[in-house]
């Protein structure tokens, strides 16, 4: 059975590696989205501090969205995907959006 762990073990480096670069492009898009803002309204008004302002509030803002998206703790057991290591909340979000089918919850 070595090849299906190599398999599922490459699989949760791959995801794992997807979710790496998800955080780090949520964290940039912020300090650019949130610096250009600051940059258009400091050049309006004519306060340059307004640039490293915004990027330093787009960084907040990112740090906080992938705080609350991927670093909580979905429960007190640990309710975390053991492949992924999200909260199942988390991982049933990522697999609606890759168009996976979502898993029936028991009732």
Do not use: C
């Amino acid at each position: 059975m070595r090849g299906g762990q190599d398999t599922s073990e490459a699989r949760s480096r791959a995801q794992g590696l997807n979710i790496g670069w998800t955080v780090f492009s949520y964290l940039l898009s912020g300090m650019a989205a949130y610096g250009l803002i600051g940059w258009l309204v400091g050049r309006a008004v004519h306060i340059q501090m307004l640039f490293p302002i915004g990027m330093l509030v787009g960084l907040a803002i990112s740090l906080g969205f992938v705080i609350w998206r991927y670093g909580r703790n979905a429960g007190a057991g640990g309710d975390k995907d053991t492949e992924t290591g999200m909260s199942a909340a988390a991982s049933r979000r990522a697999s609606h959006r890759r168009g996976l089918p979502r898993e029936e919850k028991s009732r």
